[in-house]
């Protein structure tokens, strides 16, 4: 099974703009996101797909590959269905955020593993939620997994809601989770799920993954306790260099 690592990085972010770009300790974001994803033994190759001609330049600087993709791409997803055609010859694509420059190797080769069964089409990963302001920040999807270990629905909110439980007690009463923003598609599925409009449910909660699971698709789910960290504006870019022990 051939694996294909594909960073989707779009320089025009409405919150932080350039974000790629960013100098983190001496490195720029897309530098730290590619070097961590090297380190991934599961993976056999890695590249960049960006629509911004700064940011090939900046790959190219540092010796990696890099795709320029179409500027009309609504997703990191749509980005990646681009890539995979380009790119022939690979069985599974995964999909690596390119805003968590402190990505977890090991997170890759999870997640790539879900795919040694041949059950799986789409994977992700989910992490236990530890604290009551996590489990209720909007800007956290939650996952509601079934028995299977298959998504079964993502939502803003926290699912399921306890009945007669006051909010604070939640966590003590059932093991919720978070989503950690990382993707796995046979290829054959991502080029049929890019080509999908947007779903009524997604387009409630603003999550893309909900599209897939109204149009029958299941999504399996590895559970990591590793954290994850993406930038999604200057203040995550602090907590980024703090944890690089940069003050």
Sequence with gaps: ???????????????????????????????????????ANFINHVVVATDDKRIVNEVKSFGGN??????????????????????SGYDVIINIQGDEPLINPAQINL?????????TSIATLVKKIEKYDELHNFGTPKVVLNQHLEAIYFSRQALPHVRDIPTTDWLAQHTFYKHIGIY???????????KLPASPLEKMEMLEQLRWIENGYKIKVAITDLESLSVDCIEDVGKVLHVLGVT
């Design 184 to 194: 796995g598609f046979l290829t054959s599925t991502l080029l049929s799920v890019s």
């Design 1 to 39: 099974m051939k694996i294909l690592g594909i960073i989707p990085a779009r320089f025009a972010s409405t919150r932080l703009p350039g974000k790629p770009l960013v100098n983190l300790a001496g490195k720029t974001m897309i530098k730290r996101v590619y070097q961590q994803a090297l380190k």
């Design 66 to 87: 890099v795709i320029l993709t179409s500027t009309h791409h609504q997703s990191g997803t749509d980005r990646c269905a681009e890539v995979a055609q380009k790119m």
């Design 111 to 119: 997640l790539a593993s879900c795919f040694n069964s041949p059950n």
